[in-house]
């Protein structure tokens, strides 16, 4: 019998003695045994600090964005083999798809978002703020990678997306991981763990794997570190508690299993396509993974003139659900993940029964395809009716972790928030209306209480991703008992493995840490034009001071012909009394058009491809006919840019390139700026 391995130290390591039998989720049989007795946590911990997060450390953003594109591109050559390891958890191939490809593709997104950041190891936090006067004293927030180790604990229902989608995170961050994936499934991860190692796409240290107990790992932890936990929220808390953990103060984010909800709003009659759109996402939440996702729709609240309604279109939905072997193709709800799931599913199911009781399903007895329901870890779908969901807590307290949900009556809008606020935190709700005020005040109020809300209508159905789906982008967490933590989120969740530090000094001292130009700062003055250097030969700060231009009355005039703007401020004759202007004033967008005409350099072809955009234009200053303005143009920040490889027997065509931002400040005759805006060129690089 094989014996999983432990990815430590740099090296594949079996842990010592029999270890903990693992199971086909599907057939019962014993396929692998899994433990980590032997290994030395504090070597392991120490090892990722000193190897791992110094190798990371090292490489920007940007090139460790392409080691999660590079990752995620050769793990997909590899998915026929987990799809079919994948089975034996009892996951079905859709369920297979979420879980393994939705994983990659956490990957593929966190690629995409190192255009989010610099060029650097570090980034800048938020806005710069000037202290001072005399504009010699400034501020500014840095965002520097954590010194220690990611530990993820992660639950036993995604075993590949729950470390991807943590992994990207962190690694983009500059962090690396430890992963401890739940052990009944952990056969799984350590397939795609093999994967990963063998591309030898990330730096030594980067990444290691536990599977088995943790042992006393978190013991072995500093306040350097980042502590993940996916599970049930008992678990959790404890973790969360170790006093190691309280004393060193070491983040500690946690996506706990919470008792979401769904609403069907009232407006919504079985004539509506919002009707199906309701009932469908009820079914696919209690049987996707056979209900064992931390998502899953636990709680359904409906007006009480419909209760009956929902009941009997529910139980026809679930009806067709055909549930068994997942390599028969008309399975559509696999087996949980093994026996001891299932039996803990039916002791939670009986803590409901105390107040509620079953209208579809049964806890014994279950009909399945192409599998043995006794050996394999089946169980029905189990829709349970509470009439009295104020009067009774078990609802709202207690989660089966399976294919179990439960209907229940509300009067009005007001008592379905009410409702939907007694799981005391969630992960994500959703409500299901075409009215909007009924949107917006479901939204509204019941926010405080749930990590996401979906509103979903005829609008978006077709297009949406549902009320089960984290999204790379999105945060994924919740308040309460759904932990209080968040997870992935885009910039956000790369920002939770980073220290963030105020930074006091000087523009020029400032611009020469940040590596981004701060207003203030003194320039690079030389005699070739800014814009007649490529992208290698641009440095941060060079500035160049244009001449001056007279603004005329005749200037202003022209613009508001050729623009169609005849604002009453840029006419002639305007009686200005009562305004906020003296006379005749230049539209703002033409003196930025001033501006450009003052710093272009157009005397022939040169490395500037072309003009990416405008950030951040302010109007600071009204400019009147006779007023003098100039420019100081300044390279505030590089931004590279990839090659597009060629298909395969075409020649290259794509330039290689650079995103350039510049700070142009319009400064008129008594030195004030009267705009500030921050430009985009596309610049040609010297070499690919």
Request: proline share 4%; net charge negative; charged share 20%.
């Amino acid at each position: 019998m094989a014996m999983l391995e432990n990815y430590v130290l740099g090296s594949w390591i079996k842990g010592d003695g029999t270890g903990q039998e693992l199971y086909n989720a599907v057939t019962g049989d014993v396929i692998a045994t899994a433990t980590t007795k032997g290994l030395d946590y504090q070597q392991i911990t120490e090892y990722a600090r000193n190897i791992g997060n110094q190798n990371l450390r090292k490489y920007t953003f940007h090139e460790r964005g392409r080691m999660l594109k590079a990752l995620a591109l050769h793990l997909q050559q590899h998915l026929p083999k987990f799809y079919q390891i994948s089975y034996q958890t009892g996951a079905t191939k859709a369920d297979s798809w979420v879980d393994i490809e939705g994983g990659i593709g956490n990957l593929f997104s966190y690629a995409s978002l190192r255009r989010k950041f610099p060029d650097e190891s570090f980034c800048i936090d938020g806005e710069s703020h000037n202290l001072s006067k005399g504009n010699s004293f400034m501020a500014t927030h840095l965002l520097v990678p954590k010194e220690g180790v990611a530990i993820h604990i992660n639950a036993f229902n995604f075993p590949v997306w729950g470390m991807l989608e943590k992994i990207a995170v962190n690694i983009l961050a500059g962090m690396p991981a430890i992963v401890k994936p739940a052990t009944v499934t952990s056969f799984l991860t350590e397939a795609v763990v093999k994967e990963i190692i063998a591309s030898n796409i990330l730096p030594k240290g980067a990444l290691q794997l536990i599977c088995g107990s943790a042992g006393d790992l978190l013991n072995h932890t500093i306040d350097q570190d980042v502590i993940t936990f996916t599970g049930s929220a008992t678990t959790g808390l404890m973790l969360k508690s170790n006093p190691h953990i309280l004393s060193n103060n070491i983040p500690f984010n946690m996506e706990a299993d919470s008792l979401n909800c769904i609403v069907l709003g009232e407006d919504v009659t079985p004539e509506m396509p919002e009707w199906d759109i309701f009932i469908k996402e009820v079914r696919k939440e209690m049987t996707t993974k056979a209900g064992q996702k931390c998502t899953a729709i636990r709680r359904i609240f409906v007006p009480e003139n419909k209760i009956e309604d929902v009941q009997i279109a529910l139980g026809k939905a679930l009806a067709q659900t055909t549930i068994g072997n997942p390599l028969n193709e008309k399975v559509r709800m696999g087996s949980l993940a093994g026996q001891s799931q299932r039996e803990e599913v039916k002791t939670q199911v009986q803590k409901l029964l105390a107040s509620s009781q079953i209208i579809y399903g049964a806890l014994d007895s279950v009909e399945v395809i192409d599998a043995d329901a006794v050996k394999g870890s089946f169980i029905s779908p189990i829709l349970l009716l509470n009439q009295n969901p104020f009067a009774s807590n078990e609802v709202h307290e207690v989660e089966a972790f399976g294919p179990v949900s439960t209907l229940m009556p509300y009067k009005n809008l007001d008592e379905a928030i009410a409702l939907s606020k007694k799981g005391k935190g969630s992960l994500c709700s959703s409500i299901v209306t075409a009215n909007h005020s009924i949107a917006k005040q479901y939204v509204i109020n019941a926010a405080t209480h749930h990590g996401r809300i979906l509103v979903l209508n005829a609008d978006c159905a077709k297009e949406s991703t549902g009320h089960g789906s984290p999204l790379p982008l999105l945060v994924h967490g919740g308040p309460g008992r759904a932990g209080g933590g968040e997870e992935m989120g885009g910039v956000r969740g790369v920002k939770h493995y980073m220290q963030r530090i105020a930074l006091q000094g000087s523009p020029t001292m400032l611009t020469a840490i940040t590596n981004v130009y701060q207003q203030y700062a003194k320039g690079n003055t030389d005699s070739v034009h800014p814009f007649r250097k490529h992208f290698e030969e641009l440095n941060i700060g060079d500035q160049l001071i244009t001449e001056k231009r007279l603004i005329t009355e005749e200037d202003i005039n022209k613009f508001a012909d050729l623009s169609g703007d005849q604002f009453y401020a840029h006419k002639t004759f305007t009686n200005f009394d009562g305004t906020m202007f003296e006379r005749q004033v230049a539209h703002g967008y033409f003196i930025m058009s001033a501006a450009a005409g003052l710093f272009v350099d157009g005397s022939d072809l040169g490395p500037v491809l072309l003009n990416y955009g405008i950030d951040e234009l302010r109007f600071t200053k009204p400019v009147y006919a006779g007023a003098e303005i100039y420019i100081r143009f300044t390279c505030k920040e590089k931004l590279p840019q990839d090659t597009k490889p060629a298909l395969s027997g075409e020649e290259e065509t794509d330039i290689p390139k650079g995103i350039v931002k510049w700070l142009v400040e319009m400064i008129d005759e008594t030195e004030e700026l009267v705009g500030v805006a921050t430009i985009l060129t596309m610049v040609k690089k010297l070499k690919g």
